[in-house]
């Protein structure tokens, strides 16, 4: 049940039936979902490109028109992405393997790092940590690592950089044990590094995957496999890596706990394996591992119980808005997860929020040149619908019986500014921005207690939401703002509200300013300082992420 959260174990089944739930098994028994979690620079690109190798056929859903319109755009907005060399859309790639469908959601990183990187977990039902093997764990890693977490998600390790001196295996397992409190278990084991990388001990198979520096990993790689009881080991393995090999794997087997299945779906052990994205070393066999280990789509909690992916009818919810890709019609794309049923162009649904029929007639329009990929999708895919203005982060869209899934919470913003207008003939067109951009779930907006300061503070996880809401309100609303930065860069809610809150007294260090909802929120300069508060008062539940309203 890992990508889900299963409330009180009831399911809910729905109208028995037909050929459709013969159907939905089956797709779903073929598909499996994705997320990768990394720092820059760690390869996460590069490992894209070389997993959607062994795809062949490469579909690019949920985006395709998206990017290919982008491409020839010459808006300010694309300007904007040109010019910082970056893409702020994000998409979701599909591709085939050994007759598995694999969607690999795409987090967007670097600069473009965003409150959607963490909403894009929430769509996914497996993710995978890629490190830099001689960098190890790394901040943007750890803060999505916590988010898998939040939410129980498998997580699959790749240890990337094999090529390259890096640090001791051992010490990279022990600091996931350590810092994360995730167990690692190596499903292959490197021999040597960096100049002498060898390549890696498939330890369940009992074989060893020879590296072959020629290969360039432009293609699939080559792949030599022999025995670890093959006499020709020692010519092939220098004698001291083969004697490493030998008492590191014993070493293993001391430490060791079996591949635990229900544990890695618990988010409790993760499958480690090592490898070199580049040269495209490694690569397959942790694909083929992650098909044989990975959650199918599951079920998801919903205001009527779990509903599992069979329920026959359609439904879905919306993670992520992308705004304005084509300025003169100021559209939006809802990205949504299909959590049940299958999938048709043209469809009717039910809108949970608000109640409406919408006509989901638009993705025709929108994937017209890859019209076959978005004939019908089923649980786990993600299709982009055109929005003209009716979706909102976390909305459900459903057939059949009403039903809504937990929404996705506000994460923990750690960027924090006024935004001022200067300009009081304006008022209205600010307002209204604020208001939309807010409900769009572009940036979190929070307020000052002081009822007499009204200037919005904007709440962002990256750099990059500031200019989007600056350039959308001069673009979309007609204001000219400017942003005055607080010196804040942790945030927490407080479980019980305000009058949790008022019981606890005067705080030091830090301000309490009200969220969109009236919610008090905390603010520190650090996190040295939120431990403090916390360590003053145990009795003060403080959280990273806001309760979903
Ligand atoms: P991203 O920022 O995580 O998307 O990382 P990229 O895929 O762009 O890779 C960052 C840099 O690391 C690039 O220069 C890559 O060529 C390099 N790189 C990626 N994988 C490997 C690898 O397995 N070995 C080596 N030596 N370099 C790699």
Not at 276 to 299: C, H, I, R, W
Not at 353 to 364: E, F, Y
Not at 384 to 403: C, E, H, M, R, S
Request: glycine letters at 8%; one cysteine or more.
């Amino acid at each position: 049940t890992g990508g889900c959260h299963v409330g009180d174990g009831k399911i809910y089944q729905g109208p028995m039936s037909t050929e459709i739930k013969d159907e939905l098994q089956l797709e779903v028994q073929r598909r499996r979902n994705f997320a990768i979690i990394s720092h820059p620079d760690a390869g996460k690109t590069t490992l894209t490109e070389k997993l959607l190798l062994y795809g062949g056929a490469i579909h690019e859903a949920g985006a395709v028109k998206v990017r290919r319109s982008q491409r020839h755009a010459t808006s300010d907005w694309m300007a904007m992405e040109q010019q910082r060399g970056i893409s702020i859309t994000s998409t979701v790639l599909q591709f085939e393997y050994h007759n598995t469908q694999i969607n690999l959601l795409d987090t967007p990183g670097h600069q473009d790092f965003s409150e959607d990187t963490y909403r894009t977990l929430a769509a996914a039902d497996n993710a995978v940590m890629l490190e830099d093997a001689a960098k190890g764990l790394e901040p943007q890693t750890r803060k999505l690592f916590e988010v898998c977490k939040m939410r129980g998600l498998p997580i699959f390790t790749f240890i990337n950089k094999m090529d390259r001196p890096g640090r001791e295996p051992l010490e990279l397992l022990d600091e996931i044990e350590q810092e994360l409190g995730l167990h690692p278990y190596p499903v292959n084991w490197p021999i040597g590094m960096g100049d002498r990388f060898k390549g890696v001990f498939d330890r369940h198979k009992g074989q060893i995957h020879l590296f072959e520096r020629t290969a360039h990993g432009s293609r699939e790689a080559v792949d030599t496999v022999i025995d670890l009881g093959d006499p020709r080991i020692e010519d092939l393995l220098d004698q001291d890596l083969y004697y490493q090999l030998k008492e590191e794997l014993e070493l293993l087997d001391a430490l060791g706990s079996d591949l635990d299945l229900s544990a890695v779906h618990s988010g409790k052990m993760t499958p480690v394996f090592f490898g070199s994205a580049m040269t495209n070393f490694g690569v397959q066999l942790f694909l083929d591992a992650f098909l044989e280990y990975s959650l199918k789509p599951g079920p998801h909690n919903s205001t009527i119980g779990d509903i599992p992916p069979d329920y026959p009818e359609f439904t879905g919810f919306v993670f992520k808005l992308q705004a304005n890709m084509d300025p003169k019609h100021r559209d939006r794309v809802a990205f949504v997860r299909v959590c049940t049923g299958r999938f048709e162009k043209d469809m009717t649904v039910s809108h949970a929020r608000t109640g409406k029929t919408v006509r989901l007639s638009r993705p025709q329009k929108l994937f017209a040149q890859d019209r076959e990929s978005i004939e019908a999708a089923y649980p786990g895919d993600v299709i982009g619908l055109n929005n003209p203005g009716v979706f909102a982060i976390g909305d459900t869209i459903y057939n059949g019986q009403k039903l809504e899934y937990e929404g996705i919470p506000c994460f923990s913003p750690e960027l924090f500014a006024y935004l001022k207008n200067p300009n009081p003939s304006k008022f209205k067109q600010f307002n209204k921005g604020i208001t939309e951009l807010r409900e769009e779930g572009a940036i979190q907006i929070m307020y000052s207690q002081d009822d007499s300061k009204r200037d919005p503070i904007l709440a962002a996880v990256g750099q990059l939401q500031f200019e989007v809401v600056q350039f959308r309100m001069q673009n979309e609303y007609g204001v000219e703002t400017r942003l005055e930065l607080l010196p804040y860069s942790v945030a927490r809610w407080v479980a019980g509200g305000w009058e949790a809150l008022t019981k606890v007294g005067r705080l030091f260090n830090t301000v309490t300013v009200k969220d969109s909802w009236g919610r008090p929120v905390l603010l520190f300069k650090n996190e040295w300082n939120c431990q403090q508060v916390q360590s003053e008062h145990p009795e003060l539940e403080l959280r990273s992420s806001a309760p979903v309203v």
